[in-house]
């Protein structure tokens, strides 16, 4: 499945024959502290360093172990342009080298120095590679510092974190809130970049009439590979150039006799199928109307944060029914997702699978996507400024902190809470609509994790 993708470690561990892990890169702009702040976070493990292709410097790097989690630390200090070569450009250049591989990156700013316009030129490059950033202000020794740190909230990339390399202050939030930020290590080295799809369902629904009118279309090639499980049997094929796998189709493409043994562990086969897949197609019979049935196995491709596609099949027995009223209906028996799609086929007369297959792949782009940290957490902060939680029975307000997206497919964001425990969950319901509402994802489950500032 997908997701994998992102999550890809540096090609330097290979040539190092090292553990390659995902690569957290430190940067910003020269004497700000970024080799204090590695040297901390190194601890006493060492140091190695690794030649830069495509450019004649050299660079620190050592690989992190923290709370079970292992990430390569990489310290750019040794891409610093000398004072003579064209600054700006050169800083620039720097940061999209460091960042380019990076799945977190640590934004170190001087809080003794203040705001210049070096940093203003690194953020501007931050913000538009839209990756995992915690802006880190150095040298916050004294609270004076630590007030005058909110400057750097002008960079748009979050709450300035006030920390003190040189002293180890904030140093172990900071390695949480990496830890918290990178890729699942499950996910990491997964399968290739197809999308996978899961047709679920209850029986008779069409399923299997459904493949094979997926099969059959004229765009679509097919091949057969071996599942990851014994019996399980996938199919990849390509639609409009887009590489898409159907998972565990082996239950599907076969009549008969092997089938039905196939049935018997037919939930439990679906919930396996969820598992490995990027979409749901959660296929029913559009006469008898989305059921309750048709919703429990929809949950489930909820509760795996799953993209959602309900295939209403066998529309040529509908006569003439209004396809928005139909619609409306559906809706209204999925009120907890209703950011789910909705197809309309018949499997029988081959009528409306490009169009699912489209929206297969729209939905595919959809967790695909990552927000810029500036942008999510803009939109955070009018958020909870129009609506600011409720406080608890003992009259303590929880703050959202800072958001970030550190992971796609499914999105993931994880949002940093004075008190996780005291938000409700229809707060979190609310968070969610508002994400949802400034940047889409419709078709997918989304994936909100809330961790207080110090969780023990
Ligand atoms: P599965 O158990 O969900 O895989 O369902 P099947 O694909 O075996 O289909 C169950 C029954 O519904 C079969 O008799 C199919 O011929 C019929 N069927 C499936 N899709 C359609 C459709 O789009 N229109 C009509 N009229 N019948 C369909």
Redesign the pocket.
């Known amino acids: 499945m997908r997701g994998s993708r992102t999550s890809a470690s540096a090609e330097g561990g290979a040539a190092s024959g090292l553990p390659t892990g995902p690569v957290v890169a430190i940067v910003g702009r020269p004497n700000v502290g970024k080799s204090a702040l590695f040297n901390r976070m190194l601890g006493n493990r060492t140091a190695l360093v690794e030649d830069i292709p495509g450019t004649t410097r050299d660079r620190l790097y050592g690989d992190v172990t923290w709370r079970d989690a292992q990430f390569r630390l990489v310290d750019t200090g040794g891409l610093e342009p000398e004072a003579s070569e064209g600054y700006p450009a050169l800083v620039r250049r720097q940061v999209e080298v460091a960042v380019e591989e990076a799945s977190v990156v640590l934004f170190v700013v001087d809080a003794k120095e203040g705001l210049t316009a070096a940093d203003l030129e690194v953020a501007d490059v931050l913000r538009r590679s839209g990756k995992p950033t915690l802006l880190l202000a150095n040298k916050a020794e004294t609270q004076e510092r630590r007030e005058e740190s909110l400057q750097f909230y002008e960079l748009g990339l979050g709450e300035p974190i006030p920390i003190s390399a040189h002293h180890g202050r904030g140093v172990a939030d900071v390695m949480d809130m990496v830890v918290a930020a990178l890729p699942p290590a499950a996910e990491a080295g997964a399968r290739e970049d197809a999308l996978a799809v899961a047709i679920v369902?209850?029986?008779?629904?069409?399923?299997?009439?459904?493949v094979n009118a997926i099969l059959g279309e004229e765009r679509v090639i097919v091949s057969e590979e071996p599942g990851t499980t014994r019996d399980a049997i996938d199919t990849a094929f390509e639609f409009r150039g887009e590489p898409l796998v159907l998972v565990d189709t082996a239950g599907?493409r076969r009549r008969g006799h092997i089938r039905r043994g196939v049935e018997k562990h037919a939930t439990l086969r679906a919930r396996g199928a969820l598992e490995r897949a990027d979409v749901a197609l959660v296929?029913f019979d559009a006469r008898e109307g989305f059921t309750a049935q048709d919703a429990h196995i929809a949950g489930y491709a909820i509760e795996a944060h799953r993209g959602l596609i309900l295939v209403a099949?066998?529309?040529?027995?509908m006569g003439d029914t209004s396809r928005p009223e139909f619609e409306r209906r559906v809706r209204r028996r999925l009120r907890f997702a209703p950011w789910a799609a909705l197809a309309i086929?018949?499997?029988?007369?081959s009528s409306g699978i490009g169009e699912m297959l489209a929206e297969v792949v729209r939905v595919g782009e959809e967790r695909e996507r990552r927000v810029d940290t500036g942008r999510l957490n803009s939109v955070l902060r009018q958020a909870v400024a129009e609506h600011p939680p409720p406080p608890t029975v003992r009259g303590k307000r929880p703050k959202l902190l800072y958001v970030t997206q550190p992971e796609v497919s499914p999105p993931t964001f994880v949002f940093f809470v004075s008190d996780a425990s005291a938000l409700h969950f229809s707060y979190r319901r609310y968070i969610e609509n508002v994400i949802r509402g400034a940047f889409g994802f419709e078709g997918t489950a989304l994936r909100l994790v809330f961790r207080g500032r110090r969780e023990s």
């Open positions: 369902g209850r029986p008779n629904v069409g399923k299997s009439m459904l599907l296929v099949n066998k529309w040529d027995l086929v018949s499997a029988k007369e």
